[in-house]
Each structure stands twice: as structure tokens, then as C-alpha cells.
């Protein structure tokens, strides 16, 4: 079955770090872009990062620039978001998403795992 | 603020037609970029409806359909169902932006 299982969410303090993990299978994996999108409680879906197949390109929304890092383990079929220096407006849903290169839309995605950042 | 536009809300009675609309400019869909449209059901993962503007994934009912002018695009659904009562988001890719994959706002449908 062709699926994204992501992992890692739960609640951490502002200032904290959390590294989020997203298993893909049924798919080659190592052809494809990966994503990550967020989605804030009760509001709407926003793309935070990009990388390419091979990992030699990234692209993070600004408002998570130097804070959080988008990398991936081909061998492992995985994807990973390192978030550091947390804070309350990164609390949110993140969902892994696959994306189709060129066309730029995100044809699967995993059910999300919760990110809450409070004190 | 999105970067793309829709209305918060439409409503419809079964079988009937409705449209929600994405309004962007000229960085983004009236740059010739394509839109895309997900549906998200209550308590679940967004889903993609259609595709490059127009092309419907394997698996979507013909009922769905998206077209695209301009600086503007619409998702249609026809012979309104219960089981379409969910929230539409489109998206597409703005070229002025350092964060160029952009979602609208989302528009929640209530089937009456």
C-alpha cells in the first residue's frame, strides 16, 4: 500500500526541539520531492519545507528559516523535520506530503502528527 | 492573509451545483502557474481533488471539476452529496515569494 506515516509530535516547551519522522512505503521514494505542510489548529494548511530527491535542494517557509531542517534517508525511506527554538504559533497538525516535481501539488500525504508547543 | 483567496464558506442542497472560487494575481495563477485543490474531510489528512488546473486524480468523481482564467480559478461540484460536506483548499506556486508553494485560506462546504 502506497502510504506516509509520520511520527515524532507531542508537546514541548517554547524554546524546545523536536525532530518529526515520516515513513514512506509502496512507492520508490528516492524519486520523489518530499514536503512538509502544517495546518494550526481550527485554521488552514501552510507549506513549511521542501527537499529534493537526492537532498541538494531545501526550501523552508520564512517563518521557520533557520529554526527548523527538512532532511531525508533514502536507504531508509524516510523524511525528517528537525524543529528547534520552538514556539506557540508552530503548534499545529504536520502533515508529510509527497511532491510531484515540475507540476508543484502534493499527490499523498500522511494522516499528521501533533505538535504542541506550550509552557 | 493568503496569498490566494477563497470565500470561508459556501452551502448547497443535495443534488444541487456549487462553486468556490480562488482569486490570486500576477505572481502566482496569473502567472501561468497551475492550481491545485484538496479536499479535507472532518478529522482527516487533506486529499487532492484536481490537479494542473483541470485533471481529476483516479478515484474522484466526475462531479468535481476545476477550470481556470486569468488571474482566478474554481472548483465546481455538481449533484451536491452529503459526503462532500468537507473544507477545499487550493494551491498553487507564487513566484515573489521566499515561500513559494501557496495554500488559500480553505472554504468550508455545508451540504443543507
Known amino acids: 500500500e502506497v502510504q506516509l506515516v509520520e511520527s515524532g509530535g507531542g508537546l514541548v516547551q517554547p524554546g524546545g526541539s523536536l525532530r518529526l519522522s515520516c515513513a514512506a512505503s509502496g512507492f520508490t521514494f528516492s524519486s520523489y520531492w518530499m514536503s512538509w505542510v502544517r495546518q494550526a489548529p481550527g485554521k488552514g494548511l501552510e507549506w513549511v519545507a521542501n527537499i529534493k530527491q537526492d537532498g541538494s535542494e531545501k526550501y523552508y517557509v520564512d517563518s521557520v528559516k533557520g529554526r527548523f531542517t527538512i532532511s531525508r534517508d533514502n536507504a531508509k525511506n524516510s523524511l525528517y523535520l528537525q524543529m528547534n527554538s520552538l514556539r506557540a504559533e508552530d503548534t499545529a497538525v504536520y502533515y508529510c506530503a509527497r511532491l510531484l516535481g515540475g507540476h508543484w501539488y502534493f499527490d499523498l500525504w500522511g494522516r499528521g502528527t501533533l505538535v504542541t508547543v506550550s509552557s | 492573509q493568503s496569498v490566494l483567496t477563497q470565500p470561508p464558506s459556501v452551502s448547497g442542497a443535495p443534488g444541487q451545483r456549487v462553486t468556490i472560487s480562488c482569486t490570486g494575481s500576477s505572481s502566482n495563477i496569473g502567472a501561468g502557474y497551475d492550481v491545485h485543490w484538496y479536499q479535507q474531510l472532518p478529522g482527516t489528512a487533506p486529499k487532492l481533488l484536481i490537479y494542473g488546473n483541470s485533471n481529476r486524480p483516479s478515484g474522484v468523481p466526475d462531479r468535481f471539476s476545476g477550470s481556470k482564467s486569468g488571474t482566478s480559478a474554481s472548483l465546481a461540484i455538481t449533484g451536491l452529496q452529503a459526503e462532500d460536506e468537507a473544507d477545499y483548499y487550493c494551491?498553487?506556486?507564487?513566484?515573489?515569494?521566499?515561500?513559494?508553494?501557496?495554500f488559500g485560506g480553505g472554504t468550508k462546504l455545508t451540504v443543507l
Open positions: 494551491q498553487s506556486y507564487d513566484s515573489s515569494l521566499s515561500g513559494p508553494w501557496v
